[in-house]
């Protein structure tokens, strides 16, 4: 069930929020418990039913883990690596074993048949929010050691699919809260606001950039130097709007329930650098990734040095990478961005400066380049992108043939500019528009933090959210659920 | 240990890894919160208080503490 369907937003949510608080008020905080596992489970299962004995198993064997760990400290490694062995290789076995095979046998010349697994939803989330429990289990980190309200923290299904990644010691006490069982009108107002914003975000701005986006993708070897261009800059922003409209609507969601979910995006099209752009894009897995394997990795080289601690930048975001998805570009996407946060380490410590807007420009090119990595499905189309955007046939508008018709004698064309990825001024119009969003706005976290009740908010709230419903036709996927 | 000898090991890391002298700092001064201060400052900060005071930090432990006090503090339960 999609955030963005019809079934969700009238159906599920109503009724999942109705009966919550009903259940709380009426009969007992345990039924109010038992109530919203058994909503997140059917949330999960309107997929695919099949895979809801895996994400059980995982939540029963991590907990029983934890719990062992904790009760037998002379044990307590043993079953660490027990569990990460079996996070690691659930993940490994559905996300990455056909990736692994493929690459056996191209590097053997074996013909190990594939897999064909599918992935299972959700599951690259619920793995790494697992492993720190299991983690701090072991560092005696871990307070709670509530069942029900472990299973919450697991399948809560605001952040069950595609994040933000949580943590156990920011959720688990808010499940436990007997303050957040009650009714709270402004977590209400504000939730529905902030919800309205993710979805006007997902389906107004980011699906219009989505069919740019993928006409362009599929043609790669037709377009000319300004489709190109076009074409990377609407991923670019589809990207962006689409992952921080769910987290959103994730965040809004939760808030019916009074569940604070933690801030996951910080406008990072302002960043000025690379370190700048991780401490705001995606800044839950930066948090976990920073925390759990960072750290580890470097403290494990020995003394610190600041070139250890490059090697263990780069070392973290090919895992990064691998993270989102197994295939080679991802690697190459995360091993770029390691190297880019490693040179802007060696520029900090150089202290030489550069003009803020010279900073934001490279910045921003670099990620509109690595996404084009991201998203191409192979490295040759990604290296045809690049090659049309420098090299590629120049089409101007026909209507600019009047006057600067002496260019053709340079070999630029006029013609229907954007005719293979059906664009046309709209297209023009939607990348300056969201270009002003990302630089000059502020964003859906500051709105939801200034949030007062009154009749302006209502009628931003209703304008978002009635032209997106209207708009929602077809309810295209999140692109992180693919994650 | 005191609480001197610690608060003294951290604001000079600070000062060290920004090479700054005039950063202020005081006990209610949030890590995080200095400017230009980053992942890689933390784990240097964090990996000197280990060496410096004989200590170990649990994976995760070190972020969670917000505030020099915080650090001062946990550090002194640590020592003792």
Known sequence: ?483 | MTRTEINDIIVNEIKKVLENDTVELNAETVIQDIPEWDSLNNVDLEMTLETECGIDFEVGEFEELKTLADMIDTVKKKVN
């Open chain 1, 1 to 483: 069930m999609l955030f963005n369907s019809n079934e969700f937003i009238f159906l599920f949510l109503p009724i999942a929020f109705a009966l919550y608080f009903f259940l709380n008020a009426k009969v007992s905080i345990l039924a109010g418990k038992v109530w919203i596992i058994l909503a997140s489970l059917f949330f999960y299962s309107w997929w695919n039913i099949n895979y809801l004995p895996l994400i059980v198993l995982s939540i029963l064997v991590n907990f029983f883990i934890s719990q062992a760990l904790m009760k037998e400290p002379k044990a307590k490694k043993s079953y660490l690596l027990l569990g990460l062995a079996f996070n690691i290789g659930l993940l490994g076995y559905f996300k990455y074993m056909d990736f692994f095979i493929k690459n056996f046998n191209w590097g053997f010349g074996t013909d190990v048949p594939l897999l064909h697994l599918a992935l299972p939803l959700a599951i690259s989330f619920y793995t790494l929010q697992q492993i720190a429990y299991l983690v701090d289990s072991y560092g005696g980190l871990v307070k709670e050691k509530n069942f029900l309200d472990y299973t919450i923290f697991v399948t809560f299904f605001p952040q069950l699919i595609a994040g933000p990644i949580v943590h156990h010691k920011e959720m688990m006490p808010q499940f436990a809260s007997l303050e957040n069982k009650i009714i709270n009108h402004k977590n209400i107002a504000t939730g529905i606001f902030i919800f309205s914003i993710g979805l006007f975000k997902k389906v107004v701005i980011a699906d219009s950039f989505a069919k740019w986006a993928n006409l362009g993708y599929a043609n790669v070897d037709v377009l000319n130097l300004i489709e190109a261009w076009a074409t990377s800059l609407s991923y670019t922003f589809q990207l962006y709007f689409d992952f921080s409209g769910y987290t959103d609507m994730a965040i809004g969601a939760a808030l019916l329930f009074n569940i604070k979910l933690p801030q996951n995006f910080n406008s990072p099209y302002k960043a000025t650098g690379l370190i700048d752009f991780w401490n705001r894009w995606h800044m839950t897995l930066t948090r976990f990734i920073t925390t759990y394997i960072y750290k580890p990795f470097l403290k494990s080289l020995g003394k610190i040095s600041f070139e250890k601690a490059m090697i263990a930048t780069i070392f973290t975001m090919f895992i990064a990478g691998l993270w989102h998805g197994a295939a080679w570009t991802f690697v190459i996407f995360g091993i770029l961005h390691g190297l880019a946060i490693a040179v802007n380490h060696y520029w900090k410590r150089s202290k030489i400066g550069m003009p803020h807007w010279l900073a934001w420009f490279i910045t921003f090119n670099f990620l509109n380049f690595s996404f084009i990595i991201f998203r191409a499905e192979n490295m040759d189309t990604a290296l045809s992108m690049f090659k049309t955007m420098f090299a590629g046939e120049i089409v101007l508008y026909e209507k600019f043939g009047a006057y600067l018709g002496f260019l053709t004698q340079y070999g630029i064309e006029f013609g229907d500019v954007f005719q293979h990825i059906k664009g046309q001024a709209q297209t023009v119009a939607y990348i300056l528009l969201a270009f002003i969003i990302v630089l000059a706005m502020k964003n859906s976290t500051y709105f939801k933090d200034h949030f007062t009740s009154s009749k302006y908010t209502l009628a931003a709230t209703l304008i978002m959210f009635i032209v997106a419903v209207s708009m929602a036709s077809k309810f295209t996927e999140f692109l992180y659920f693919n994650f």
